[in-house]
Structures are given as C-alpha cells and as structure tokens.
C-alpha cells in the first residue's frame, strides 16, 4: 500500500463514526509521513514491519503448546502489522468486538447464574471422585495403586 491509496482511504473512511459510535481510527498505514512519501521507503518499511510482526506471531504459536501467553503474543503481532496493513486492522477490529460481545454477554444475569451452577456442580462432582478415591486407596498415587 502506498501513501496515495492511504489518503484516499482516509478521505473514503471520514471520521471513523458510525451510527454514532466511537470513532474508529482510520484504515491504513501509521508509518510516519516522509516514509510514506517514498515508495521504495514506504515498502521497505512494510516488508521491516511484516518481518516483526511474523516474528511475533510465530513467537506466540510456539508458546501455544509450551509454557507462556501464546494467545496474547500472536494477537500482539496482529497488533504490530495492524500499523501497517488494512486486512490486520480489520481482523483486530472484528475480534475486539467479538471479545466486547462476549464480555456482555457474561455479564447477563442469566448467564452468570447458569455459569456458576455449572462450576458448582463440576466442583461437587470432581470433590466426589477425589473422595472416593481417597477412601477407596488413601493417599496413594494412582500409578503406585497395586492391582
């Protein structure tokens, strides 16, 4: 994307408001403008930017598995190529408002009583099992339990 396309985004997207909401900030890059005015610059700094960001990301798919917020790291690196590029911003601006939805509807009385009787219950069940199995071989390790 070069700094042409980004004013003409800017000037298609307006204030950023819509139905009188907050105002988004614009699509398209952040970079700073005498690195938007060369386009060899300009690309460049998305390949630098790209580079990080990628860097990031597969910091945080690694950490999935392994010890660490890997979940946190990866949308850190959407967040570092949502600087630079429209299709990042839009993925960061359709989780967020996935991820507000779902804070509302957490908080939805209903949903709250019905989620705490499930921890209840979850809990009352695996407090039985534990008691069962404590009475049944005492403080033995399962793999230590003798057939």
Known sequence: ????????????????????????????????????????????????????GL????????????????????????AIWATEFVWAQLVLRWTKRKVTEAAQRALDPRVRRRNIILTVTGLVIAGALVGIYLWKFGMVMPWKVGG
């Open 1 to 52: 994307m070069n700094a042409e396309s980004d004013r003409r985004q800017d000037a298609a997207a307006g204030d950023g408001t819509k139905d009188g909401g907050a105002a988004e900030p614009a699509l398209g890059s952040r970079a700073p403008h005498f690195i938007k005015r060369s386009r060899p610059l300009h690309v460049s700094w998305q390949v630098g930017v790209f580079i990080v």
């Open 55 to 78: 860097a990031v990301v597969v910091a945080g798919i690694i950490m999935l598995p392994l010890p660490g917020p890997g979940w946190l790291v990866i949308f850190g690196g959407m």
